[in-house]
């Protein structure tokens, strides 16, 4: 079998974003943020389609009513904070085929709460929102998404 991660600037068919809420590290200053989050993911929603985790798809909704709406995809999940790179699956290359890798995240050594953030990826998997890609859990730890690669392997 021939995995491979892609190189980041490869194409894409989507990108995660998690709705910053009042139990994030934004709650002093949601009404700062929210706005930078709404622009990112209208404009982003464009181009390409967005899926949006979060706690209320209706209140999420009535921020981004000018997103594509054939682009954006809202799923309910409880979340700890708002770092998909964090907690988001990671996407891989199996025999050419599109699959994804659920690492555990532990909130940085168990600095901050992550017990919602490591099961966001499990929880869309089972709404189906990934389709039929394969999910593997590898069962190792990757903090932040700290990894880089050119797809070739380095």
């Known amino acids: 079998m021939k995995r491979r991660l892609p190189a980041e600037w490869e194409p894409q068919s989507a990108i995660q974003f998690t709705f910053p809420h009042a ?3 934004w709650a002093d200053s949601l009404d700062a943020v929210i706005p930078c989050f ?3 993911i209208e404009t982003i929603s464009r181009f390409e389609k967005v899926l949006v985790v979060c706690h209320n798809k209706e209140e ?3 921020h981004l009513r000018n997103a594509a709406p054939g682009n954006l995809l809202l799923a309910e999940c409880p979340s700890n904070d708002t770092w998909a790179r964090d907690h988001g699956a990671i996407t891989i290359e199996e025999d050419g085929r599109l699959a994804l890798l659920d690492f555990m995240f532990t ?3 168990l600095k901050f709460p992550a017990f919602h953030d ?4 499990g929880r869309l ?7 039929r890609l394969p999910l593997y859990r590898p069962g ?6 700290g990894i880089e690669t050119d797809g070739r392997g380095t």
Do not use: K, M, P, R
Not at 118 to 121: D, E, K, M, Q, V
Not at 125 to 131: A, H, I, M, P, S
């Open 23 to 25: 139990d994030s590290d």
């Open 38 to 40: 709404v622009e990112c």
């Open 60 to 62: 999420v909704a009535a």
């Open 107 to 109: 909130g940085w050594g």
């Open 118 to 121: 490591n099961l966001i990826t």
């Open 125 to 131: 998997y089972e709404q189906g929102v990934f389709g």
């Open 140 to 145: 190792l730890v990757l903090e932040g998404g």
